[in-house]
């Protein structure tokens, strides 16, 4: 039998080879869960990975989240389901009331959408086993991001757009593209998607800047303002990677105090920074305190820097998400629970939580107020790494890849004890050692590669041990509250 001739490459395969190869999106034996809408961007993505998986290796599945927001949002989710399972794919499905979540937290519906998907991804792909999330965003959604970001007053990180790659999970390999290249590719190829009526609602700002602005820009003051947009998002966020690599290790160096419900900085060194690079501080403190930046706007940032420069003690200034920031003496302190700025987090946890960490850094939980703080240290540092307390451990650099992944316990965990010689249910582990069963739902559990590498508190992996091949060390260290 002749085998089937493949089709002729469109400029939209091409663009898309250049993405993977320029930015390294994808690796061999890669497994990874593509979001998909139903919408033209987002087939065309499925259909693009889908004629490269053989050449790569790769496992595909496919995530698609239901907003709840349309009336045929049900349609919309039977027609990926079916997609998906014609092309011999997994198909991962949710339900999410986003208007109820949008009440609940305070947030805009855009937002609420956004948080909702994220958090969806993030969580399936990691009980699923994806290395990798792909996402449709184009060129076009990047020029759109920019004018949407400066309307809004935003500073570079804003203007920089979206990124082809983030957090070494999210990868957008058509965000170079033009969606006219998009859609030629589906008409070229016969693909059948899905048309969202609310692209079309003037009454959502992104959607007047796509439909009126835009066109106005390219027709009366620059042509081809779509490219140009999009490729100044790109240099600004490379420039933006830049000032943050520059400011990171500035920042750590400020933080005088990190443990539960309070992080404090050198308010002295704050007030002596260029006020732009002051600014950056501030908000990673703000992100670290709080996870995201949601709800904060320019006049907070600059309501902190003003006490920063106050004398003795001052505030404190109160800011969305029960964040409270005050003055003490040669300290800025942020603290996130009332009363005052003494704080014991609650000893039980209902909740599942889970955070990510791409690189070394500190990140704190906000639903216990326990901190996690990585580092890579010196091996000739580590003499003895059993000498550790129970809230250090070093594990060997090389066995523990990023992302790693803090979250609380699942049912069916497992892992690999130090010394155990083999597998052990976490269940077993906690009963055996007596650790009381408040502390399990709330104890942190670090992960690689789906791993558990590191019972924070308690036992690290047999396979992250420190060993005599050990080149880097990791260092890693909970901030765990007690009673």
């Known amino acids: 039998m002749t085998p089937p001739i493949a089709p002729a490459p469109t400029r939209l395969d091409r663009w898309f080879d250049e993405a993977i190869a320029r930015d390294g999106l994808i690796a061999a034996d890669d497994s990874i869960l593509v979001g998909v809408s139903g919408g033209p961007d987002s087939v065309a993505l499925l259909h693009l990975l889908l004629a490269r998986a053989q050449r790569y290796r790769l496992h595909l599945g496919v995530a698609h989240l239901d907003h709840s927001l349309r009336p045929e949002s049900g349609r919309d989710a039977d027609f990926v389901r079916r997609m998906a399972v014609g092309l011999g794919l997994e198909v991962h499905m949710e339900k999410v009331d986003v208007a109820q979540m949008q009440r609940q937290l305070h947030l805009s519906l855009e937002e609420a959408a956004r948080k909702a998907r994220y958090d969806f991804f993030q969580r399936t792909a990691t009980r699923q086993g994806y290395h990798k999330v792909a996402l449709g965003h184009h060129a076009d959604d990047n020029a759109e991001t920019l004018l949407l970001h400066l309307l809004r007053g935003s500073g570079r990180l804003g203007?920089?757009?979206?990124?082809?790659?983030?957090?070494?999970?999210?990868?957008?390999?058509?965000?170079?593209?033009?969606?006219?290249?998009?859609?030629?590719?589906?008409?070229?190829?016969?693909?059948?998607?899905?048309?969202?009526?609310?692209?079309?609602?003037?009454?959502?700002?992104?959607?007047?800047?796509?439909?009126?602005?835009?066109?106005?820009?390219?027709?009366?003051?620059?042509?081809?303002?779509?490219?140009?947009?999009?490729?100044?998002?790109?240099?600004?966020?490379?420039?933006?990677?830049?000032?943050?690599?520059?400011?990171?290790?500035?920042?750590?160096?400020m933080i005088a105090d990190c443990r539960p419900g309070r992080l404090a900085l050198t308010a002295a060194s704050l007030g002596e920074l260029p006020l732009a690079a002051a600014r950056r501080i501030v908000r990673s403190a703000l992100r670290l305190?709080?996870?995201?930046?949601?709800?904060?706007?320019?006049?907070?940032?600059?309501?902190?820097?003003?006490?920063?420069?106050?004398?003795?003690?001052?505030?404190?200034?109160?800011?969305?998400?029960?964040?409270?920031?005050?003055?003490?003496?040669?300290?800025?302190?942020?603290?996130?629970?009332?009363?005052?700025?003494?704080?014991?987090?609650?000893?039980?946890?209902?909740?599942?939580?889970?955070?990510?960490?791409?690189?070394?850094?500190?990140?704190?939980?906000?639903?216990?107020?326990?901190?996690?703080?990585?580092?890579?240290?010196?091996?000739?540092?580590?003499?003895?790494?059993?000498?550790?307390?129970?809230?250090?451990?070093?594990?060997?650099?090389?066995?523990?890849?990023f992302p790693?992944?803090?979250?609380?316990?699942?049912?069916?965990?497992?892992?690999?004890?130090?010394?155990?010689?083999?597998?052990?249910?976490?269940?077993?582990?906690?009963?055996?050692?007596?650790?009381?069963?408040?502390?399990?739902?709330?104890?942190?559990?670090?992960?690689?590669?789906?791993?558990?590498?590191?019972?924070?508190?308690?036992?690290?992996?047999?396979?992250?041990?420190?060993?005599?091949?050990?080149?880097?060390v990791l260092k890693a260290e909970v901030l765990v509250a007690k009673p």
């Open 159 to 253: 203007l920089g757009g979206i990124r082809a790659i983030r957090q070494g999970v999210y990868i957008r390999p058509l965000i170079r593209a033009p969606r006219t290249e998009i859609e030629s590719y589906l008409q070229t190829r016969e693909l059948a998607y899905l048309n969202d009526r609310t692209n079309a609602d003037s009454a959502m700002l992104r959607n007047r800047i796509r439909h009126r602005l835009i066109p106005l820009l390219e027709s009366d003051y620059r042509p081809g303002a779509r490219t140009t947009l999009s490729r100044a998002a790109e240099v600004l966020a490379a420039e933006e990677d830049w000032l943050e690599g520059l400011l990171k290790p500035v920042f750590e160096r």
């Open 289 to 401: 305190a709080r996870g995201d930046l949601g709800g904060i706007g320019f006049a907070h940032v600059e309501q902190i820097i003003h006490l920063s420069r106050s004398s003795g003690k001052a505030g404190p200034l109160h800011l969305p998400g029960n964040l409270r920031v005050q003055r003490e003496q040669d300290q800025l302190v942020f603290a996130w629970q009332d009363p005052g700025l003494s704080f014991d987090p609650p000893r039980t946890l209902s909740g599942d939580y889970e955070y990510s960490l791409t690189e070394c850094g500190v990140l704190m939980i906000r639903e216990t107020g326990d901190g996690i703080r990585l580092s890579e240290v010196p091996r000739d540092a580590v003499a003895d790494p059993k000498a550790a307390d129970e809230r250090t451990a070093f594990l060997d650099r090389d066995a523990v890849p």
């Open 404 to 472: 790693v992944i803090i979250r609380n316990r699942r049912p069916g965990d497992r892992f690999y004890p130090l010394g155990a010689g083999g597998s052990q249910k976490l269940k077993k582990f906690f009963g055996d050692h007596k650790v009381p069963v408040a502390e399990r739902r709330r104890c942190p559990l670090l992960l690689s590669n789906g791993r558990i590498i590191w019972v924070a508190g308690h036992r690290i992996d047999h396979q992250a041990r420190i060993n005599p091949l050990t080149r880097r």
